[in-house]
């Protein structure tokens, strides 16, 4: 496609982008479609000539469309929200047609100094210290690898150098929670520390956070039992309830128990860019690590993970190569990316968030989070004022925990009945709901973020739930 | 950004691309930035406001430009080619505009299967059997450390699940050659194999090829020593040279010492649309995972990695994790992508494979590759019959391997004189090579592969790099 083709083309497709958007509010929010629907409207076999850039964009609305299931939507409450607002589409537009790719500082220098710049920024707009540099991953499941691959090497003194943990004396072991991510225990497991060497300390029974004394308490039976320490993963909004670890406490704990400390701020982060927020990751300053995802609640288009760490000559002994074919006379004056994490290349991610602060500004997503928070509290009180309604756990957030319990039914008719009325809400392509389990039980996550969401789509959004749970 | 606002703005920033893309081939090809430079010409602080769509663009062109080595010059011989096809930019956009994130088969049903169909129809076009399923990954070098920690799960059976790599009583072995990508022996130091636990597998001195004798007694050697040979790597196009590992023997020596078998295909992948060119990995089916990067030489743009495997029941068992809050009813009877690697969340990167295939066609990228190959034959044979050049590798694929070696100088000063060539070659802006080292000195790898690079390009260089070097 040469560059006249790809002037006509684009212009389809952003038209085809734009009128999209506009019609997503009548569009089911998720997928009617059934397992092999989407695939068995694809050939078997790879084309073997070309079709009109019509035909493809034709393609996209018969076999893609049905097969999506709309993040976009205002009346997606699913999940987290992972926005793509349109002005960091652009950026990111802007990344491919570049072609960039970051492997060097030199390989591109605005794509290394830009990425710099950008996380700088962001660090202020959420005032975290100056102690802090970062970097751009794809995900936090990616960023809590890396923290706990750099934790083992601070803990083992770089064995990877020797015999690897495979070499060690004492085992190295990694706490969290039953409520942190799932990223959490799979990145503990990829990195090698075995399930043995896993605890998930006790949360508080009413706010799922993580109580530090049993931490505390924890660390010294594993001390105790020939097993070393080597880091906490602290959690600022789980994924089921937005529970806050409390993290001066867990990392007062960690630092004096020479821990790494990591801090998973994904969704949360977005919150911290309101200063009435910052309550909820005091102590932060005082962690190793850092993510927080912009592409999820901000809406910067995914994926764009960032990730602080305030030792960055540690990160980059642990994950630095340097073969020759990359070698130039800079190096040492720069920030060589690739030596901060896993993949060799990199997209000019940066560009993305430049593109939305530039064009949305910063107030309107501040504008937009304190709509969200005001929107969880609404929901959250009238839930409480109904009759059969109960709200499970606090609502720091956006995403209010809540169960319908008809008087005299067991916990597992209710279990049943809450998985009825939500697959009933998803089944109607009126709003999108996920459920999740909490001490035990079902209960359903509204979780409010969409960048489209208003008032009134809540308000629509309950009449639905309470006419889907209250009919059964 | 309301659709309106994205119409207007997407319709500038298209049209800005295509000039950009127009013009390519008048820019400098490496930029003239000095570190720091595109830094400071960005404010310190994050903005409070908004700019208007024209003042970004030409922020683009003012701070970003000046900053851009350009990977999409015809005149780009540096590293690999890292082409970003205008079919596949539109794909990309798409992805974004949607907005679709991949967790579950529900999340997006689409995003799993269309992504299943592609790396169906691209395992098609390579002639690989139906033994093999794929999904796509941002880099090459996660799709290493995926292998690797695939293998080392099989070869402990599932240490992940008790103690871990450090309560393994003998050490797991991971063998490559040296002249592997360097993210091979990362992955496996990441992998917690530790240094001590990495064999580096003589190579043959005039193919730069692994010697499958020499793999075999390095493993009966660790064996013999207690030590528990695990995995071996087999590069198919190596980064300095693109020498061609045999892949038939090591996977046979491999699976009798019931070895995981990788195959790093990143470069090379793309050559095997070709049938002629299928001899360079013959014996690839007897693998156990695969890598092919199409964001390389094919012209995916960036980040597109098809990892392939041959068992991903065992790939689910080492990856997998099933919190509540993604639970759906349709699990089991659907392909959860989220399992078969690291991060939780994945973009829609089908489409942009989708796209090129459909818009470009697989035959004119199969042109485009045996005018490649075909130029670095012309290349190679150019320099042979010029005194003083010396072509010092052979030239499977696009990369040509060369050093100027006037007669009668020291091999320091010959490395001198090299760097130094190269530079001035570089600094003018007219074309950019990247060197790097083989057998201990400096020597200058042309890879060619840029979409846009035809013959009288490679002329030109020639031209260039003669009077570069002959002047000196």
């Not at 202020?124 to 960023?143: E, H, K, Y």
Request: net charge negative; glycine share 8%; hydrophobic share 45%.
């Amino acid at each position: 496609m040469n560059p006249e083709e790809f002037r006509a083309a684009g212009h389809q497709l952003i038209d085809w982008i734009a009128d999209f958007r506009t019609r997503l509010p009548t569009l089911p929010v998720r997928s009617p479609a059934a397992p092999g629907e989407v695939r068995r409207r694809l050939p078997v076999e790879p084309p073997t000539g070309t079709v009109p850039f019509d035909q493809l964009l034709s393609d996209l609305d018969e076999v893609v469309m049905p097969g999506m299931t709309h993040f976009q939507h205002p009346a997606f409450y699913g999940f987290f929200p992972a926005n793509a607002s349109l002005s960091s589409v652009l950026g990111d537009l802007a990344s491919g047609g570049l072609g960039a790719l970051g492997i060097t500082w030199q390989a591109n220098p605005a794509l290394t100094e830009v990425e710099e710049v950008m996380c700088d920024w962001m660090r202020q707009l959420v005032g975290l210290s100056t102690d802090w540099r970062g970097t751009i991953f794809d995900t936090a499941s990616t960023g809590g690898l890396v923290a706990l691959m750099a934790a083992r090497e601070r803990a083992s003194r770089f064995s990877m150098r020797e015999g690897g943990l495979q070499a060690l004396p004492s085992p190295l072991v990694v706490y969290t929670t039953e409520e942190a991510h799932s990223s959490i225990p799979k990145a503990a497991l990829l990195a090698g520390f075995g399930d043995d060497n896993i605890r998930l300390v006790e949360v508080d029974r009413s706010t799922f956070a993580m109580d530090p004394a049993a931490l505390g308490a924890a660390i010294k039976e594993d001390i105790a039992a020939g097993r070393k320490p080597a880091v906490v993963v602290a959690t600022v909004g789980t994924t089921a309830t937005t529970a806050i670890d409390p993290v001066k406490a867990i990392a007062a704990v960690g630092r004096s128990n020479d821990l790494w400390v990591h801090v998973d701020a994904a969704m949360a982060g977005t919150a911290m860019l309101l200063p009435e927020c910052r309550w909820m990751w005091e102590g932060v300053d005082d962690a190793d690590s850092l993510v927080w995802n912009p592409h999820k609640w901000m809406g910067t288009v995914f994926d764009c993970s960032l990730f602080y760490v305030k030792d960055p000559a540690h990160l980059v002994g642990v994950f630095s190569s340097n073969p020759s074919y990359v070698r130039a006379a800079v190096d040492g004056q720069v920030t060589q990316y690739r030596d901060w994490g896993i993949p060799f290349g990199r997209r000019f991610r940066a560009l993305k968030l430049w593109f939305q602060l530039e064009l949305d500004g910063v107030e309107s997503i501040k504008e937009r989070v304190r709509r969200d928070l005001a929107g969880a509290q609404w929901l959250k009180e009238a839930a409480e004022a109904t009759p059969e309604w109960r709200v499970l756990a606090p609502v720091p957030l956006q995403t209010v925990c809540l169960r319908h319990e008809p008087t005299g039914r067991s916990s597992d008719e209710v279990d049943a009945h809450t998985l009825s009325w939500v697959e009933a809400v998803n089944k109607s392509g009126q709003a999108y709901l996920t459920p999740a389990r909490l001490d035990g039980q079902w209960m359903v996550r509204v979780s409010i973020g969409s960048l489209t969401t208003e008032r009134s789509d809540l308000e629509a959004l309950w009449g639905l739930m309470r006419s889907a749970a209250e009919a059964q």
